[in-house]
């Protein structure tokens, strides 16, 4: 058998990069309505969020890195901005919509949780940034 001109994904990697794309989202998320549009380019901020923050992948915990308390936290996290009305991720590509959706009443919450999650994965994201700079 020949061996494959590419290189497989492995179950490290697969999570490394997975994570760091979702630190990236919750780095915004954590932020003001305006500095989290901004971040995010303005482009249908709240609805990429529902969309791509509640990553179960993560909650898979392939590599164990998570404790229980982390695994809770970003269940809950998932949970909240899965829960948001409608009216709060209006899907839109212009700018002041996505601030008017941003700053509504039931992001608060969320962006507090946030923040508090980033001090939670503190340990995971060292170990991240070290997979990176290896």
């Known amino acids: 058998m020949k061996k494959h001109d590419q290189e497989e ?3 490290e990697e697969i999570f490394f990069l997975a994570f ?8 915004a998320l954590s932020q003001s309505p305006e500095k989290a549009c ?19 992948y993560l909650l898979k ?10 695994l809770s936290a970003l269940k809950k996290l ?15 590509n212009v700018a002041e919509e996505s601030l008017q959706n941003m700053s509504r009443s039931e992001w608060e919450p969320i ?3 946030a923040k508090e999650l980033r001090l939670l994965l503190a340990p995971i994201v060292k170990i991240c940034n070290e997979y990176f700079n290896q």
């Open 78 to 92: 998932f949970e909240s901005i899965k829960s948001l009305p409608e009216d709060a991720i209006k899907w839109t």
């Open 61 to 70: 915990n392939s590599l164990g890195l998570f404790s229980e308390a982390q």
């Open 111 to 113: 962006r507090q949780q």
């Open 38 to 56: 901004e971040l995010e380019g303005y482009y249908n901020v709240a609805g990429e969020f529902w969309y791509l923050m509640p990553n179960d």
């Open 9 to 11: 994904i492995d179950n």
């Open 20 to 27: 760091n794309t979702f630190l990236s989202d919750l780095e």
